[in-house]
């Protein structure tokens, strides 16, 4: 699995991010090896927002921004900057569960 994150400052609008982001989310949507995908707003700093996306493989990632409706369509850089990153998980986790993908088995807490 990777993880795309991409940290998001505001040059424009907040409501025309959030238009732009629904329709790219809509095409993401749609493509093969999404898991999920969520746009988060700071609460300490509503110029920020974090668009976080994981997908089961990097090529999946990387064949869905490669298309042609994905290249020309409406950019989030039009009313922000961005800082990216692709990532992979070092450690996961959920209620009573840490796992360190790649590592070990997950093991119970608590």
């Known amino acids: 699995?990777?993880?795309f994150v991409n940290k998001?400052?505001?040059?424009?609008p907040a409501e025309r991010l959030e238009q732009?982001?629904?329709?790219v989310a809509e095409f993401m949507a749609a493509q093969p090896g999404l898991v999920r995908f969520q746009l988060l707003r700071s609460e300490s700093d509503p110029a920020v927002y974090f668009n976080v996306a994981e997908w089961v493989d990097r090529e999946?990632?990387?064949?869905?921004?490669t298309q042609e409706k994905f290249?020309?369509?409406a950019r989030?850089?039009?009313v922000s900057t961005g800082d990216r990153h692709?990532?992979?998980v070092a450690f996961d986790g959920?209620?009573?569960?840490?796992?360190r993908p790649g590592r070990d088995q997950a093991r119970q807490t608590g």
Do not use: N
């Open 76 to 78: 989030v850089g039009e």
């Open 94 to 99: 959920g209620p009573g569960q840490v796992r």
């Open 20 to 23: 732009i982001y629904e329709a």
């Open 60 to 65: 999946s990632f990387d064949r869905a921004r």
């Open 1 to 3: 699995m990777v993880v």
């Open 86 to 88: 692709i990532c992979s």
């Open 8 to 12: 998001l400052t505001l040059t424009g």
């Open 71 to 73: 290249v020309s369509g």
